[in-house]
């Protein structure tokens, strides 16, 4: 398996454009979780998936945030409009929910600058 | 709820020396525990992993071992070598498989 991709690994934007991340589990897995990693935040969780149903998304910062999963091999996270304190490393992991002890698979995260 | 606790970083030790990062939890029920690393532009990866008490989990010269009574998980490594240096982070599972991941420490390995 390829493991966890994500797109673009880099992105910069201009403040105020719409930017789209996007991920593709681990197949067979069931669970899909968006963080954000900043060096003043550390690392948030902002929302997870599970059978493609948002479980929690309690740690979406504002409504200028969603998250979408259509199907089990693709998901989407959408800041619009973007403002530079957006600016940080997003990471998609998967993992087979039930499983407590197999944790995550991290994907090399998307760079993200919004200036 | 569920928590995690581990030492302040950054710790700057020399190549060859003894490494190690102390992690506590606060959990209900019986949480398996996890150390993930994250090397320089990359994302988390599984270090190693211990689903019960008294579980010692190794992997590439580290390991952690489950403590019930003291609820924590602290990470060891003998002989740390300049690619060790990282970030690593503690975290525990709940019964659905969620995670809650702990700040993470910076270790810095000098020549």
């Known amino acids: 398996d390829a493991g966890v991709i994500q797109s673009p690994r880099h992105e910069v934007t201009e403040m105020g454009q719409e930017v789209t991340l996007r991920c593709k589990p681990i197949?067979?897995?069931?669970?899909l979780f968006w963080y954000r990693q900043t060096m003043m935040r550390g690392l948030e969780l902002l929302i997870y998936?599970?059978?493609?149903?948002?479980?929690?998304d309690s740690g979406m910062p504002e409504d200028r945030f969603s998250a979408k999963m259509p199907n089990a091999s693709f998901s989407t996270l959408k800041i619009q409009p973007s403002e530079p304190r957006d600016s940080a490393v997003y990471f998609c992991a998967s993992s087979l929910r039930g499983t407590g002890g197999e944790g995550y698979t991290f994907g090399s995260g998307t760079r993200l600058t919004v200036v | 709820g569920n928590s995690v606790t581990q030492m302040e970083g950054p710790v700057t030790l020399s190549e060859e020396a003894f490494l190690t990062i102390n992690c506590t939890y606060t959990a209900t029920g019986y949480p398996s525990l996890f150390w993930y690393v994250q090397y320089p532009g990359e994302g988390l990866q599984l270090l190693l992993k211990a689903t019960k008490a008294d579980d010692k989990g190794s992997n590439k010269g580290f390991e952690a071992t489950y403590r019930k009574e003291t609820t924590s998980f602290h990470l060891e490594k003998g002989s740390v070598q300049v690619s060790d240096s990282a970030v690593y982070f503690c975290a525990l599972s709940d019964s659905w498989g969620k995670l809650q991941f702990g700040a993470g420490t910076q270790v810095v390995v000098t020549p």
């Open positions: 998936f599970n059978n493609n149903v948002p479980i929690d």
């Open positions: 197949s067979g897995h069931n669970s």
